[in-house]
């Protein structure tokens, strides 16, 4: 490795590395269908939306029409696919705008017709309609207490797709009878389609009786017309099986996989082994940054399970219960309790940060983690541990310097966590 650059720089040239791998204009290409008899119609939702609507226009040479809808900030202009922009992670008016936008470009559609959907991570705040009885308001309530509850993504877009008159399978039983494909960048751990935006173009194997469960389990109180949706079964979603569905195609374009290994490259180039430990990380965010503690030290005393200088990557996507009130997200959590349990160990480093640019609500992609973080916030009165039990990491590592802004980055595959170990041997600081 050039000694000149650091352990910072090679860190965040593997962070960008990873995006640079989910980019639309990259991947969509290649996956591109024949073109239909009849008409072509697009349609999306997500954090990608809009660059892959682009990339569709850039290399399609006939006619073709359509609408998605992506995070505010996240447009990019297009001549032919209209771009909607709404809120996420919480939706609010201009998603239902939008989804009833995307249900009217496929309607009255015939066999001949081909419509080409885009999903990517977002799609579930993004498209949003109600299902009848229930408001806005009720979804975004739903919405706030799963994000703050600690329920995975899988438990959250369980109940999300049940409450929904277009997730779960309802958008592509509406394209019906003409040709659906759908192209996905995946955010979820283990890449199932019903997972990825909450599935809105794919059959629903979960039922109204699982998201209920789901509820229970976190506690979450929702109001009396939510409790009616899902206990008298009118959430219920498409099924497998469902001949609104069949020869429906999904094709998965990008992967946290893809991006862990774009990364890894990046590390072999500078000399530097990269051991890929996991695409599909999940847990509290503060537990999963004691283990990777763990396993950084056990390459600083033993060089298992590599050798240093090495690099330690994972994705996937961890949760947070929260309990304080601070400015946070998931992938600073991970590292200030990778830096509280690591102590100010010698020779390891690390970036955490979620690949659309944006950890929590804000717009901060995560940050870096060095030897020396926790002594220097402590040196301007901040606390590790305070910082921890507050979820405040992002006014932690913006006090020192050492968040990571991208700014938007019109894809999503999720968190990446990458450690380097520089040295083996070395004890820790204090």
């Excluded at 009885?133 to 994000?147: F, M, P, W, Y």
């Excluded at 763990?294 to 298992?304: F, N, P």
Aim: charged share 20%; proline share 6%; with cysteine.
């Amino acid at each position: 490795m050039n000694p000149d650059s650091g352990p910072r720089a090679l860190l965040r040239a593997m962070f960008d590395a990873a995006i640079d791998a989910a980019q639309p204009a990259l991947c969509v290409p290649r996956h591109l269908p024949s073109p239909p008899r009849g008409r072509l119609v697009v349609i999306g939702a997500g954090k990608a939306s809009a660059a892959m609507a682009r990339a569709v226009e850039d290399n399609w040479r006939g006619e073709l029409s359509g609408v998605v809808v992506t995070r505010y900030g996240y447009s990019v202009p297009c001549q032919r696919i209209d771009i909607v922009e709404a809120a996420h992670p919480v939706p609010d008016a201009a998603s239902v705008a939008a989804s009833e936008r995307i249900l009217a470009a496929v309607r009255d559609l015939r066999p001949e017709d081909l419509v080409l959907c885009l999903i990517s991570g977002g799609a579930s705040a993004l498209l949003v309609r109600p299902l009848p009885g229930l408001t806005l308001e009720d979804k975004q309530a739903v919405n706030r207490a799963l994000l703050k509850s600690g329920a995975t993504i899988r438990e959250m877009n369980c109940v999300r797709r049940h409450l929904s008159g277009i997730k779960g399978g309802r958008l592509g039983a509406a394209c019906h009878p003409a040709k659906l494909i759908t192209l996905l960048i995946s955010d979820v751990p283990g890449d199932n389609p019903v997972d990825i935006g909450s599935g809105p173009t794919v059959a629903d194997p979960t039922t109204c009786a699982d998201a209920l469960v789901i509820l229970r389990r976190y506690a979450i109180e929702v109001s009396p017309q939510v409790r009616e949706t899902l206990e008298s079964g009118r959430g219920e979603t498409p099924k497998p099986g469902d001949a609104r569905l069949a020869g429906a195609e999904t094709r998965i374009i990008a992967t946290p996989q893809m991006a862990l290994e774009a990364a890894a490259e990046v590390a072999n180039r500078a000399g530097v082994a990269a051991l890929i430990l996991s695409d599909s990380i999940e847990g509290e965010a503060r537990e999963v940054g004691k283990v990777m503690a763990a396993i950084a030290r056990q390459v600083v005393t033993h060089g298992e399970p590599c050798a240093a200088p090495c690099v330690l990557l994972s994705g996937g996507e961890t949760t947070v219960t929260v309990h304080g009130d601070g400015r946070g997200g998931r992938n600073v959590e991970f590292l200030l309790a990778l830096g509280i349990a690591l102590d100010r160990q010698a020779g390891v480093y690390a970036i955490a940060g979620d690949t659309d640019g944006v950890d929590g609500t804000e717009e901060v992609a995560g940050a870096h983690l060095a030897p020396d973080s926790l002594a220097r916030a402590l040196a301007k009165g901040i606390n590790a541990r305070n910082s921890l039990a507050n979820n405040d990491g992002h006014s932690f590592f913006e006090a020192i310097g050492d968040a990571v802004i991208t700014g938007p980055t019109l894809t999503n595959v999720n968190d990446f966590r990458a450690i380097f170990i520089t040295e083996s041997g070395a004890p820790a600081a204090g």
